[in-house]
Each structure stands twice: as structure tokens, then as C-alpha cells.
T-cell receptor, first 113, second 112 residues
Framework: AQTVTQSQPEMSVQEAETVTLSCTYDTSESNYYLFWYKQPPSRQMILVIRQEAYKQQNATENRFSVNFQKAAKSFSLKISDSQLGDTAMYFCAFRTSGSRLTFGEGTQLTVNP | NAGVTQTPKFQVLKTGQSMTLQCAQDMNHNSMYWYRQDPGMGLRLIYYSASEGTTDKGEVPNGYNVSRLNKREFSLRLESAAPSQTSVYFC???????????FGPGTRLLVL
């Protein structure tokens, strides 16, 4: 069975600074996909970034980037130049070709002015 | 293009009552999903439908039924609501061959 672990229930960062959210996962599969979703107070789930396991290059989307360490089964999210609108719950998620998403417990990020 | 829509946004039920949560997507996606989200936990899959006419159990299916009415719509039914089903329910959809699921805004359900 696949598991996803986010060991930081809460984090805070000052506006304009950089923060890194951690995620580890466990799987015996070799082909899989990793995601970070953001859930603001509106509760909607919004895709932030995704990474294919077969790609060695780390994914980047504007201020969001990942550090994907396949051997260590680690998938951290770096947010640069943090903005107040980044305040949200962030979920790491994992999917194999079998189509099911497995989510971590979430990290509540607060960006302080 | 509204994406994934869910109704209602919020509902209060008494124990034993039944209700249906509605989900629709206008992106011509093949797969649709129902999740529940409880405090301190990530989303857990209740049921999913890989294509029109098929449904499969997820991680926590007990107490729920689903119907894939057509390609656009995927409903979740609680036949006899229990307080343990108090949660936020999310519907999601995905295009076949693509990796990303797109989520609706959620339905907050309170069972007293």
C-alpha cells in the first residue's frame, strides 16, 4: 500500500521569504506521479505543481518548485517570495497508474505580513 | 467552462435521513471521484468511476452509494446518515490519459 507523510502540521513564513514544505512517500511502484495541492480557506482544492517520477528534472511553476529525491522518496515544495495569498493548507499527493490519489495529512502554511 | 460543480454547498441532516450530493463536470472528463476530508487527515477516496457506466469502491465506501448518471454527472448518496459521516465532501474529475484531477468546491455536511 502507498502512504504519504507530511511531518509538519503547521508552518509560518514572513511575506517575501522562502519556505519549504516536506513530504515523503512509500511505494514499491516505479512509475508514479506526485502532486502538491493547495486548499485555501474557501476549501477548494487547487493544483499547485506536479512531478512525474520518471523525470529527473525538478518541476517548477513560477514561484513554486519541488525538490524530488526519488531514492529517498522525498518530494518537498519550495515557495519563493511568499505572498499573503499563499496562506492555505497544502497537501502532498501520490498516484500510480492505477488512478487512485493518496493524500498526506496536510501542512497549514501561514504567511505573515 | 465551470469546471467541477457540486451542490449543495452546505447541508445539515439528522441521523437516519438520506440525501444525495450532486457533482457535474463540463470538461468532458472520463473519470470522476468522490472524497471525504476530515480534520487532521488528507482526502480519502470513497468511490470512483473510471468511465460512464462503471463505479468502484475506494478506501472508505461503507455507508455510501454512487451513480454515474452520464459522462457529466456523478452523484453520492447517503441512505441513512450517521454522525460519523459529518465531513467535507469533494468531487473530482480527470481526463483519460492525463495525470491531474480537478476538484470541485466541496460540500460541507453536518449530521446531528
Amino acid at each position: 500500500a502507498q502512504t504519504v507523510t507530511q511531518s509538519q502540521p503547521e508552518m509560518s513564513v514572513q511575506e517575501a521569504e522562502t519556505v519549504t514544505l516536506s513530504c515523503t512517500y512509500d511505494t514499491s511502484e516505479s512509475n508514479y506521479y506526485l502532486f502538491w495541492y493547495k486548499q485555501p480557506p474557501s476549501r477548494q482544492m487547487i493544483l499547485v505543481i506536479r512531478q512525474e517520477a520518471y523525470k529527473q528534472q525538478n518541476a517548477t511553476e513560477n514561484r513554486f518548485s519541488v525538490n524530488f529525491q526519488k531514492a529517498a522518496k522525498s518530494f518537498s515544495l519550495k515557495i519563493s517570495d511568499s505572498q499573503l495569498g499563499d496562506t492555505a493548507m497544502y497537501f502532498c499527493a501520490f498516484r500510480t497508474s492505477g488512478s487512485r490519489l493518496t493524500f498526506g495529512e496536510g501542512t497549514q502554511l501561514t504567511v505573515n505580513p | 467552462n465551470a469546471g467541477v460543480t457540486q451542490t449543495p454547498k452546505f447541508q445539515v441532516l439528522k441521523t437516519g435521513q438520506s440525501m444525495t450530493l450532486q457533482c457535474a463536470q463540463d470538461m468532458n472528463h472520463n473519470s470522476m471521484y468522490w472524497y471525504r476530508q476530515d480534520p487532521g487527515m488528507g482526502l480519502r477516496l470513497i468511490y470512483y468511476s473510471a468511465s460512464e457506466g462503471t463505479t468502484d469502491k475506494g478506501e472508505v465506501p461503507n455507508g455510501y452509494n454512487v451513480s454515474r448518471l452520464n459522462k457529466r454527472e456523478f452523484s453520492l448518496r447517503l441512505e441513512s446518515a450517521a454522525p460519523s459521516q459529518t465531513s467535507v465532501y469533494f468531487c473530482a474529475s480527470r481526463r483519460r490519459g492525463r495525470k491531474t484531477q480537478y476538484f470541485g468546491p466541496g460540500t460541507r455536511l453536518l449530521v446531528l
